[in-house]
């Protein structure tokens, strides 16, 4: 069965660092990879996506993700959190063409000024 | 922004009652789900449809039933309310061949 794995639950860190959230699935076809935000007492919302194409994938705010086939990989980078990066974040897969997602559990990363 | 909009956002209800829980999307997206989340975990699909009068069940077994009236329209009905159904309830659509999700904010749950 597909499944989406996220490495860390909780990550806290300051202001300026940088971030790397991992997320590994487990599916040998064509996948296609999200990672969604969910700010404090908001919607989740899309950061960014891969469907094909060039690997290194830019989103909103700053984030990019890097899709690695052979590590079935798509961790989420930032080179400088600020304090409203402070969220969760999921990485989900799609498998096929029907849009049914797969969410790993979440991390929740808190940016202390 | 995406225009999913779920109804009540909280709710607190006793064991035994019925509730239905309302989500509409304004953008005519055929494909819409229901994910059950509790607190730390990841999201489970409960619920899809493909559209109009389609309902499928989804990876996680639910005692919830959903309808698809109309293309806008997806609420999810509880007969019979139970606190093991405590949890955040979240609807979304996407269009048939974009894979993109949009989510609305979700209908946090507690039955007593």
């Known amino acids: 069965a597909q499944s989406v794995s996220q490495h860390n639950h909780h990550v806290i860190l300051s202001e300026a660092a940088s971030l790397e959230l991992g997320c590994n699935y487990s599916?040998?076809?064509?996948?296609?990879l999200f990672w969604y935000v969910q700010y404090p007492g908001q919607h989740l919302q899309l950061l960014l996506k891969?469907?094909?194409?060039?690997?290194l994938v830019k989103g909103i705010k700053g984030f990019e993700a890097e899709f690695i086939k052979s590590k079935f990989s798509f961790n989420l980078r930032k080179p400088s959190v600020q304090w409203s990066d402070t969220a969760e974040y999921f990485c989900?897969?799609?498998?096929?063409?029907?849009?049914?997602?797969?969410f790993g559990a979440g991390t929740q990363v808190v940016v202390t000024p | 922004e995406a225009d999913i909009y779920q109804t009540p956002r909280y709710l607190v209800i006793g064991t035994g009652k019925k509730i239905t829980l309302e989500c509409s999307q304004t953008?005519?997206?055929?494909?819409m789900y229901w994910y059950q989340q509790d607190p730390g975990m990841e999201l489970h699909l409960i619920h899809y449809?493909?559209?109009?009068?389609?309902?499928e069940k989804g990876d996680l077994s639910s005692e919830s039933t959903v309808s698809r009236i109309r293309t806008e329209h997806f609420p999810l009905t509880l007969e019979s309310a139970r606190p093991s159904h405590t949890s955040q309830y979240l609807c979304?659509?996407?269009?048939?061949?974009?894979?993109?999700?949009?989510f609305g904010p979700g209908t946090r749950l507690l039955v007593l």
């Open positions: 891969y469907f094909s194409g060039d690997p």
């Open positions: 979304a659509s996407s269009e048939p061949g974009v894979e993109t999700q949009y």
């Open positions: 449809s493909y559209g109009v009068n389609s309902t």
């Open positions: 989900a897969v799609t498998a096929g063409s029907w849009g049914k997602f797969q």
């Open positions: 953008m005519g997206h055929d494909k």
């Open positions: 599916y040998g076809g064509t996948v296609n």
